[in-house]
């Protein structure tokens, strides 16, 4: 009897994923070898591209970002072939990988473009919601069209925007530091932005102003179960319904400076005979007071307190998603778990690359950028990634790119929260309640980072300051002085 053989393919280029930096990577590779048929393997049926891209000024972009049906990209770029199957295996050793649907895919060169997952407070718990690609945004706002209360445990991206765009239902909004959205904020700024909190949505304030994130067709992409979906960016809400059953707008409360203790389903609490908290309305009369209500989920936090709620949305950050590839192959990774790349974005393995949220960079960084796991950097790497291979595979040598000499993210430049520079440095604040909030790092008399939020114009003369490591002593304090007009000094 004749057994069908797996379709097999050998390409000199392969690449992993279909977001960002998997797309990114594709195309460049397109363009650089028209000639050569490019292999694009994800596990999604839709890809991530960058459309309408400005640069801006030397760091700065701007770019939308269009969830796609795979066909738009293969029209595009001809000698693009996508594959949508998951990589279920790589045989590094054999230069080859393995797909779910039993083919085998031979490269020359591969760049692992996989992304990554959310690091969930507690795995496998139904109650326990975490927010990466449409599927569990839709199951996210399936949840919170049946809730009263819910409770968020996180400060970063995730979790600041959610605080902000949900409405009618109760938030019990859990985080480890003293102040909101440590991750991108310090405590200044995050005051400025709660104060805002109850007026205005963070979008006017914060200023999405540099990507735009559009899908086409929502409802017709969804990756099937077990699938992941590629990663979602700014405006990913737009279009979803954040509302729950309540008819008031904003009810937030903060827990500052705690974690999770544990959680209990109703039973497992009813069990237990412990008390939970209503939501605080009254904060002096919150010990005597306790919740009549029956949730089906309990959150005990290490501050004592427990909140009884429809759900937890556990917006931790995220692991990277090196799972498919690691069995067999012995990968050097970072302590956050991804893939460690070099200054050419090479990892430890023969041949294979790695671009964006999947992978740690590793190598000696600029003194003002870092990594952060972003849409931004997932295209410049995506970017780089092809530029080292073609260059390798041509014999010839690349430099770093100057994309990764100064962070820029939005609002926020270089080492916009001291990131790393001990208690040597300084602080400059400017600060108009209401509309802007301006704040410098100074180190030496240099800027080394910067938080720039509202209307304030300032973004390229500070940009080309902190490149040029310009000397500021002699202006002193004087550098915010909002009736100093800084861009004519020094742009
Ligand atoms: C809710 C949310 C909001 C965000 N907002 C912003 C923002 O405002 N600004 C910003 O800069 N960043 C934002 N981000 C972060 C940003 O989306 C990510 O950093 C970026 O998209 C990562 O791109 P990537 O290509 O590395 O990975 P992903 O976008 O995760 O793509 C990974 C791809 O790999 C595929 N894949 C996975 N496993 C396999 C496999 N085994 N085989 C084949 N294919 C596989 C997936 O299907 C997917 O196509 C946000 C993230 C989230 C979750
Ligand atoms: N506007 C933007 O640029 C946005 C970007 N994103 C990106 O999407 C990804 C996922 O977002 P998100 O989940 O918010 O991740 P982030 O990495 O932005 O933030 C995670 C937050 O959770 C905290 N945390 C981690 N573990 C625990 C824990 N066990 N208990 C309590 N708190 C914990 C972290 O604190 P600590 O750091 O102290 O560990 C941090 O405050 C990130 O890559 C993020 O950058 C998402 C939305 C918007």
Request: proline share 4%; with cysteine; charged share 25%.
């Amino acid at each position: 009897m004749e057994v069908a053989r797996p379709p097999s393919t050998t390409g000199k280029f392969v690449v992993v994923g279909g977001g960002i930096a998997g797309v990114t990577c594709a195309e460049q590779l397109a363009i650089q070898f028209p000639s050569e048929d490019i292999l694009l393997v994800t596990a999604s049926p839709v890809i991530k591209a960058v459309t309408n891209f400005k640069q801006v000024s030397k760091v700065l972009e701007e770019f939308d970002v269009e969830e796609q049906p795979k066909t738009m990209l293969e029209n595009r770029f001809p000698n693009i072939k996508i594959i949508e199957s998951g990589v279920k295996q790589l045989k590094s050793k054999e230069h080859c990988i393995l797909t779910g649907d039993g083919s085998q895919h031979v490269y020359k060169k591969l760049c692992l473009c996989a992304g990554a997952k959310p690091k969930l407070i507690c795995e496998g718990n139904p109650y326990v919601l975490g927010i990466r690609d449409t599927d569990s945004a839709q199951e996210f706002q399936k949840q919170l069209t049946k809730a009263k209360r819910i409770m968020i445990i996180g400060n970063g991206g995730i979790a600041l925007e959610l605080v902000y765009e949900i409405e009618g239902c109760e938030i019990i909004w859990a985080i480890k530091d003293k102040a909101i959205g440590n991750t991108f904020f310090d405590a200044g700024a995050a005051e400025f932005l709660t104060s805002k909190l109850i007026d205005e949505k963070p979008e006017a304030i914060i200023a999405h102003k540099r990507t735009r994130y559009t899908t086409e067709g929502r409802k017709q992409t969804k990756t099937g179960a077990g699938n992941m979906g590629s990663a979602l960016g700014p405006d990913w809400h737009e279009g979803l319904n954040l509302k729950g059953t309540k008819e008031f707008s904003h009810k937030i409360h903060i827990e500052t400076m705690c974690e999770v203790k544990k959680i209990y389903l109703q039973e497992e609490f009813r069990i237990s005979k412990k008390k939970s908290l209503p939501f605080p309305r009254d904060h002096s009369n919150q010990s005597v007071t306790t919740d009549k209500e029956i949730w089906p989920v309990y959150v005990e936090l290490t501050n004592e307190k427990i909140y009884g709620c429809d759900f937890i949305v556990s917006a931790t950050g995220v692991t990277p998603n090196t799972e498919p590839f690691l069995c067999g192959n012995s990968f050097d990774l970072g302590e956050d778990g991804g893939l460690k790349v070099d200054a050419h974005m090479h990892t430890s393995l023969s041949d294979v690359y790695a671009a964006g949220d999947i992978c740690t960079a590793s190598w000696r960084p600029s003194p003002v950028w870092q990594q952060m796991r972003l849409w931004t950097q997932a295209r410049q790497m995506g970017w780089y990634a092809a530029k080292c291979m073609a260059a390798a595979s041509l014999g010839e040598s690349t430099d770093m790119d100057f994309s990764f000499e100064l962070f820029a993210h939005v609002v926020l430049l270089g080492k916009y929260n001291a990131q790393g520079l001990g208690s040597d440095h300084e602080l400059m604040l400017r600060c108009t309640k209401g509309q802007e909030y301006i704040k410098v790092v100074m180190q030496n008399g240099r800027m080394m980072g910067a938080v720039l939020i509202g209307e304030t114009d300032l973004e390229e003369t500070f940009e080309n300051l902190i490149l040029n490591q310009t000397d500021l002593s002699s202006y002193g304090e004087d550098l915010l002085d909002p009736n100093i007009d800084l861009e004519d000094y020094f742009d």
